[in-house]
């Protein structure tokens, strides 16, 4: 859980429901990362297409390898996301 406000899936509209939306439709639930950035929906919209158009599936290795690759680097800096 983090430790700043953020804006729930129900309290949610405008831009920020857009954006739950998409993430509950690409990833099956609104995720901590997403609702981490509630308070400030077009950072979270921007954010969400620069992933979107730089990572999984943007580059020849294959969703699985990118996959592995951000596990990897996640458990090396230790991020609980």
């Not at 804006?7 to 901590?32: F, H, M, P, W």
């Not at 981490?36 to 969703?63: I, K």
Request: charged share 25%; aromatic share 8%.
């Amino acid at each position: 859980m983090a430790f700043i406000p953020m804006i729930s899936e129900e309290e949610a509209s405008g831009l920020l429901k857009e954006c739950y939306d998409r993430n509950l439709q690409t990833v099956g639930r609104t995720s901590e990362v997403v609702t981490a950035l509630s308070l400030r929906p077009e950072a979270l919209r921007v954010s969400t297409h620069f992933r979107s158009t730089t990572l999984f599936g943007a580059s020849d290795l294959g969703r699985r390898r990118e996959e592995f690759i951000a596990t990897l680097i996640s458990d090396l800096v230790q991020c609980s996301y």
